[in-house]
């Protein structure tokens, strides 16, 4: 899980193929071709975006919990399509 304090978002890695099933409307989730730069591995702390649980690449988190916990605590709103294209990048 990634902090990123100067947008006051929370970032969960999920297994590929995620954003075709993705269901939840308090949140977003990204696929191909978009790409996400993540922290270094020992960045835990700000400033910018840092780990807020440490990496692991058996971690991913399912997204079924994820949505129904989105679901219930309802966090918004959801950001701008515009604020998310300055933050992800596509790979074409």
């Known amino acids: ?3 990123d304090p100067e947008r006051d978002w929370f970032i969960w890695l999920v297994p590929p193929g995620t954003h075709a099933v993705w269901d939840s409307a308090h ?6 071709p978009y790409e ?3 922290p270094a591995v020992r960045q835990t702390a700000a400033p910018g975006p840092y780990w807020l649980r440490p990496c692991r ?12 916990l989105l ?22």
């Open 71 to 92: 679901h219930r605590f309802q966090p918004g709103p959801v950001p701008e399509e515009a604020l998310l294209q300055g933050f992800f990048s596509t790979d074409s």
């Open 1 to 3: 899980m990634i902090a």
């Open 27 to 32: 949140g977003v989730c990204r696929g191909a």
């Open 57 to 68: 690449g058996d971690r991913l988190v399912p997204h079924w919990p994820l949505a129904d």
């Open 36 to 38: 996400l730069t993540l």
